[in-house]
Structures are given as C-alpha cells and as structure tokens.
C-alpha cells in the first residue's frame, strides 16, 4: 500500500498552517482567538492576554558564522515582542527555550543570554521559564511572549475597511540587504581567511538583520494618541506578503503608491550594488519587523505629523484587487512573494 505524500513546499509554509489548522478544534470559551493572528487571544476579565511563539533555528533563520551570539538572543526575543505589538498589546512574559549541542560553551550560552536579558529589560518583561535540552545538530531558540490589553483594544488582522488608509513604520528593505552584505562578506572570509570583512559603510542595514527592534514604541504612542488602528500586524516576511494577509483576512482590496513606499538611502544604494530593484527589496524582503497597520480616516490627523508612520495607501472594496500604483502612474497588481522558510536555499 503507498501512503500519499505532499511536499511541505508544494503548499508553502501558510498552506501548511492552513491545512494543520483545520484539525484544530477551538474548546475553551476562553479562546477569543487561535490560530491566523499575529497572536492568540485570550480572554482575561476586562483585559485579554495575547500569546505568540516564534522558533529560530540555525541555519535556516540564522548563520552563526555572522550573527553574534548576543545579537541572536535578542532576535529571539524582539520578533516575538513584534507580534505581541501587532496585537496593539503590550508585552509582559517570556519564556526561552534552548536547544544546544556540546560544541557550546557555558560563556557560548551566557552571551546568548545576556541578548535575551537585554532585550528584556528594553521591553520591560520578565523571564519566567523555558527550558533547555540538547541538540544533535544545530542551535534552536524557542521564545514565547505574553502580552495584554484591555478588552476591545486588541488589534486584529481582519479589520480594515474600504477607505481606510494604509500606514508602515520605519523604513523597508533594509533586512533584506543586510543578509546580502554578511552573506556576500562571509563567502570573501571563507576564500580568504585573513581579510577583514568591510562592514562599516553597510552598518545600518547589517543591524537590522541582526538585531531587529520590535516597534513597541509605536504602539505607547498611538495608545497616547488614542488611535487604535482597525486592523495590524508586523512586517516579517514582507510588505507585500503582509497586505496580502490583511486583505484576506478583512475581505477588502488594497492600493498602495510606489513613491509613498519608505526605504533608506543605504537600502537602497546597497541594493543598487546587488543589482537588485530597490522597490521589490522592499514590498518582498522580510524580517524588518515594522508594523503595518490600517487607520479609519477620521483618525489621519493625529498621526500626519508623525515622522516615522507612512502613509502607503488605502484600502478599497475586495473585488477592486491588489495594486500598487508606480511612479510613472501605472498600476501593477501586487504579488505576494513572501520569505519561504521551507525549501529555502
Ligand atoms: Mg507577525
């Protein structure tokens, strides 16, 4: 008898969740939300608890032969406090799981650590367990964080509406670009042990790889501007894959405006170098771990002035489709090209 096999990467990552997803059965009146969120809801009195996990693994999410080990415990941490900020809440717990093998050593795992607690003090949570085991084959770093909110301000992915418009944080691209630059570097040191690698002109865009920011100070600041968006998440595959969600999930359209996009000059000098479009760097490259967020309109004016919140576009009814519109005023359907973690090379 031959059993069916499907490839993980002929469904892709999503397709996969989808599919899992189906078998789950919601049994607890508790569960506000479950799976296909930034997070999942919880209901906790007049508040709600959101709770998310993230699993970085070595060699898939990170090369040890560039990311420093401090660097890499902070990661772990501030991905997961970005989906906790994508809820609009506000994070308060972690617990750390570590997978180690024996060529680590003790100082190996302090270094990861002092990331972790440092991240932690920054978005003023607490470690509260985990748990550690060995690993026969690379580092695995398992973070989950807690968050809340009150009732009623959580922030979900379905809530855009038509004329809405269409906000990102920071900068894009960036991330993306960065993974060149310390790709391309390592393959110089790997032919040629004794150069030094030239990271300096390319400082910003390695950070950003390396040691994301989730972007909780966005949300202290709409919070104190009484906006809460209609719909949310954070960029960690891409733009364009993130809008994709956010369309799905709320049953609407988008356009978004090609000059409205915010890329950085050395994003974009840099990708120039790599014989790459800065644009598609940024609508496809993931990891820059910004927020994308919907406002009703009424709302615009308090952030107009905001110099980190851009406005990309608007939402529009579902059947008007996807589009950007480019510089040269033409409208190209979006593609979602999100960052592929199954099949990845
Ligand atoms: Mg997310």
């Not at 031959?2 to 078998?23: H, P, Y």
């Not at 919601?26 to 709770?51: E, F, P, S, Y």
């Not at 598609?280 to 009424?298: A, M, P």
């Not at 608007?314 to 359907?333: N, R, Y």
Request: hydrophobic share 40%.
């Amino acid at each position: 008898m031959s059993e069916k096999r499907t490839e993980i990467g002929a469904i892709g990552e999503f397709g996969l969740i989808e599919r899992l997803n189906e078998q789950i059965k919601i049994r607890q009146k508790g569960t506000l939300k479950g799976i296909g969120d930034d997070a999942a809801v919880l209901d906790a009195g007049d508040m709600v608890k959101v709770v998310t996990t993230d699993l970085l693994l070595e060699g898939v999410h990170f090369d040890l032969s560039y990311a420093p080990l401090h660097h890499l415990g902070f990661k772990a941490v501030a991905v997961n406090i970005s989906d906790v900020a994508a809820m609009n809440a506000i994070p308060t717990q972690i617990t750390v799981s570590i997978a180690l093998s024996n060529r680590f050593s003790v100082e190996a795992v302090e270094a990861i650590y002092a990331g972790i607690n440092a991240a932690a003090e920054q978005y003023n949570v607490d470690v509260i367990g985990g748990d550690t085991t060995s690993s026969r084959s690379g580092l695995v770093i398992s973070v989950t964080a807690i968050g809340e909110v009150e009732k009623g301000k959580e922030v979900y992915r379905s809530g855009a509406k038509e004329n809405d418009i269409v906000c990102v944080t920071g900068d894009l691209g960036a991330a993306l670009i960065g993974l060149q630059v310390l790709e391309r570097e390592k393959e110089v040191y790997m032919a040629n042990p004794n150069m030094q690698p030239e990271l300096d002109k390319y400082s910003y865009v390695t950070s950003r790889q390396l040691k994301p920011d989730a972007r909780m100070d966005i949300i202290h600041e709409l919070r104190d501007l009484e906006v809460v968006p209609t719909s949310m998440m954070d960029i960690s595959d891409g733009l364009a894959s993130e809008l994709f969600h956010i369309c799905k999930q709320s049953k609407v359209g988008v356009t978004i405006y090609e000059d409205k996009l915010p890329i950085d000059k050395q994003t974009f000098d840099t990708a120039v170098e790599f014989n790459m479009d800065p644009i598609t760097c940024v609508l496809n490259g993931g990891e820059d771990y910004e927020l994308l967020f919907t406002i009703d309109q009424k709302d615009f004016d308090k952030l107009e002035k905001h110099p980190d919140i851009h406005f990309i576009g608007h939402i529009t009814k579902e059947d008007s489709g996807k589009f950007l519109v480019t510089k040269s005023e033409t409208a190209v359907e979006l593609k979602a090209q999100g960052w592929v973690h199954f099949n990845q090379k």
